[in-house]
């Protein structure tokens, strides 16, 4: 397949010369039974890679064109006779057309490489599967959660492993060579009854997202809602003014950046939680609530939806002067203000206002930006611990407070405006503020020196009521050892 698109790696060949350790995998011939779109890619990331291809078809004659002219492509029978280690990259339902191969099959190794439709949908995983309809070969489930475009471009995009488990240790080494070859970090998942588990990660839709996501959807639906009683059935009610025309962008507009700062406050709540924890039992080996513990590990996701509002909200600000309804309003204003004979409307307060306002959000936006990019794996891997934290944690909170100051300055003296309160609600911005400001408290009080040292000392292993050995000299300069609290 010389000239086509297939057969053109985006990689170039990876040396293995002073490579020990995946130097006996080199140069081997591999079998791939199989001419689908993952057999084929398979075929091509095998042949760049330095090895010898064997691919097995049912159509040869038909099949060749698509694979590339390095790889050689004749019948399954032929196939499988040339090498030992053999990917069986077809269906489930089609392992039972491979049992006239069985005599032949029998002393290789077979690498599963498949995945079902849905989660568990069979009571045996299809490595199980196949190793029962083939008992004289050795299974080795692998390379089922990499896709036909990572096998095409290689490694390049990060770190992209492939999971590998088998109940033969030496047919694990053999795979786990292979991948290592072609550019992949392999995984040993174990035995072959976790192949149903490898099998199950690649149907599972965002498993880590699902609660972020559920949350912020929660939010912005319970903002949403104040907000439209706010501006669009308050008016209705009180003063027959139809502005349901304000639902589509100035409600939402309104809604999103209420998401994205009580989202970004989430972030660092549970951090002051778990500190919290650690100050009050005075120990760090002191498990925490599940809850507090999945809300730690999801801190990431729910960083990125903060972002992802914030992003919106900017967008939906710039649109904002572009709306029939705000050219009328304008038109409307400029009548009224003709009319009135009024030359200077200007007002130096809220010009000020607005100045700090855009300006201070702008630069939460970028402080976001920051943190956003810095949580993907390919920047985060170049940053060492100390860049990584310094980025999500101390700029993270920066961005908290430069927030909460952006909120402030729209807000202004708004709060202690009794016409501001429909429904006898207060504004929406002021609800938003509860999080953040204690947040923010409990990162100030966290830096007082007294409780900033008794914190660092409970990281670093100091418990409450734990008695530690010590070492005193004597009048005489020899050593007497003894026993004291560790909260003395």
């Not at 209420?258 to 972030?267: D, K, N, P, R």
């Not at 599940?290 to 939906?316: E, M, P, T």
């Not at 943190?371 to 961005?399: D, K, M, V, Y």
Request: net charge positive; with cysteine; charged share 20%.
């Amino acid at each position: 397949m010389s000239g086509g698109d297939m057969a053109k790696p985006l990689l170039g060949h990876r040396s293995m010369e002073g490579d020990a350790s995946i130097a006996p995998a080199a140069g081997r011939t591999i079998g791939v039974l199989g001419s689908g779109d993952f057999a084929r890619s398979l075929a091509i990331r095998l042949v760049c890679s330095g090895f010898k291809v064997v691919v097995g078809s049912r159509n040869p004659k038909r099949k060749a064109g698509l694979f590339p002219s390095a790889a050689e492509v004749t019948f399954q029978a032929e196939a499988v006779k040339k090498t030992d280690v053999i990917f069986v990259a077809v269906f489930r339902e089609h392992y039972s057309t491979l049992c006239d191969l069985a005599d032949v099959l029998a002393g290789k190794i077979l690498v599963d490489v498949s995945n079902n439709t849905e989660i568990n949908h069979h009571k045996e995983s299809n490595a199980e599967y196949l190793a029962s309809l083939f008992p004289a070969c050795t299974v080795v489930k692998g390379f089922n959660v990499v896709s036909a475009w990572t096998l095409q471009s290689g490694a390049r995009d990060g770190n992209k492993q492939v999971l590998i488990c088998s109940n033969n240790q030496e047919a694990k080494r053999t795979v786990a060579e292979i991948a290592q070859v072609m550019g992949f970090t392999p995984v040993d998942m174990g035995c072959m009854s976790s192949a149903c588990e490898i099998e199950n990660i690649p149907l599972r839709l965002l498993p880590a997202w699902k609660i972020p996501i559920f949350l912020a959807l929660g939010l912005f639906l319970c903002f949403f809602t104040y907000n439209l009683v706010r501006q669009v059935i308050h008016p209705y009610i009180r003063e027959q003014k139809n502005k349901f025309y304000k639902i589509p962008v100035e409600v939402v507009n309104t809604t999103l950046p209420c998401v994205a700062y009580v989202m970004l406050s989430l972030v660092y709540l549970p951090g002051v939680l778990a500190a919290c924890s650690q100050l009050y039992y005075g120990t760090k080996y002191r498990r925490f609530p599940d809850w507090l513990d999945q809300w730690l590990q999801h801190r990431k996701q729910i960083g990125l939806l903060s972002f992802f509002c914030a992003a919106l909200h900017a967008v939906y600000s710039l649109c904002l002067p572009m709306r029939r309804s705000h050219r009328y309003q304008l038109i409307e204003t400029a009548v009224k203000q003709a009319v009135e004979k009024k030359m200077n409307i200007w007002v130096e307060e809220e010009v000020w206002r607005m100045e700090i306002y855009i300006s201070v959000g702008i630069i939460a936006l970028g402080l976001l930006s920051l943190l956003a990019i810095t949580s993907l794996p390919s920047i985060a891997n170049s940053l060492n611990w100390r860049e990584f934290s310094f980025i999500q944690s101390t700029l993270g909170f920066i961005a908290l407070v430069i927030s909460t100051l952006h909120t402030l300055t729209y807000g202004w003296s708004r709060a202690f405006d009794e016409n501001q309160y429909k429904f006898y609600l207060p504004p929406t911005y002021t609800l938003t503020l509860l999080v953040p400001c204690t947040v923010i408290l409990a990162k100030v009080v966290f830096n007082l020196p007294c409780i900033r040292q008794r914190l660092l000392r409970i990281r670093r292993g100091w418990e409450k009521g734990r008695y530690v050995k010590f070492v005193l000299p004597s009048a005489t300069g020899e050593y007497s050892s003894g026993e004291t609290s560790s909260n003395v």
